[in-house]
């Protein structure tokens, strides 16, 4: 377990830095009255999910999944170039987007802006209760693009530690992904009169620098499996 924790506790504070989330909150502190209880059931309803989440991939469908890794085929490996492929792609399209459309990009956020108009007029009414499920529904929906989590969960997978072990690495995980959150909640509370300024200043930050890391992993990913299914058809023996 020593040997992942390095690993484990890297991908966790990457992914803690999740623009959807840390924005939702951000305007939770910042737009609706009493906004402290709402905040606290937002974080909790986000751990319960993300935890809940990775706590049914590992012990529902693990020790099957760690078995299929060392029984794949060429269809498999087919599929995983397609999808090294498709991750680069997306990767450049971000590049592009980010780096080149320039104009478009500002245009598609003025209408996004529009669009979430009322959506955002509507969380102003939200009690604790709602929050929560609020920071569920938001976790949830970012779910598929939680690479550093999968990442994550597969080294428990792979590493074959016993289930106590695995409890406490995807806790440690999970605590460590809603710390952001706790921190800039903490930031309100001890600094009131100047947070607005400083949560939109933390809020552009965080939406800054997770973009760049979101296009470098999508890379780095993409080029892992277009090399191991490049191994497996030119007989490399990579793995």
């Known amino acids: ?32 009255k009493k906004p402290v209880s709402r905040v606290v059931s937002f974080i909790l309803g986000t ?17 099957p999944m760690k078995g299929y890794i060392y029984d794949m085929g060429s269809t498999d490996y087919i599929i995983l170039l397609a ?22 990009r500002s245009k598609s956020e003025g209408y996004m802006k529009k669009a979430m108009a009322p959506m955002l007029a509507m969380l102003k009414t939200l009690n604790p209760f709602h929050t929560f499920f609020f ?25 074959g530690t016993d289930p ?10 999970n605590l460590l992904y809603i710390l952001p959150l706790v921190l800039i909640l903490l ?4 600094a009131k009169d100047r947070s607005e300024p400083l949560m939109n200043r ?9 973009g760049r ?19 497996f058809f030119l007989n490399w023996h990579l793995i």
């Open 187 to 190: 930031i309100y509370l001890t």
């Open 164 to 173: 106590y072990e695995m409890i406490v690495l995807l806790m440690l995980y």
């Open 47 to 63: 751990f319960v999910m993300y935890a809940v989440f990775g706590f049914v991939v590992v012990f529902a469908i693990g020790q």
């Open 1 to 32: 377990m020593l040997l992942l924790l390095p690993s484990i506790i890297t991908l966790a504070l990457m992914d803690s830095l999740n623009p959807s989330t840390i924005a939702a909150q951000v305007f939770l502190l910042l737009g609706v």
């Open 83 to 104: 999808i090294g492929m498709i991750l680069i792609a997306v990767g450049t399209a971000l590049v592009f987007r980010r780096y080149v459309v320039k104009g478009g």
């Open 202 to 210: 933390i809020n552009m930050a965080i939406g800054k620098w997770s």
């Open 213 to 231: 890391l979101t296009i470098l992993f999508l890379f780095l990913i993409g080029i892992i499996l277009v090399v191991l299914s490049a191994s």
């Open 135 to 159: 920071g569920m529904g938001t976790t949830a929906f970012d779910l598929p693009t939680s690479a550093f989590y999968f990442v994550a969960i597969a080294s428990i997978i792979e590493a």
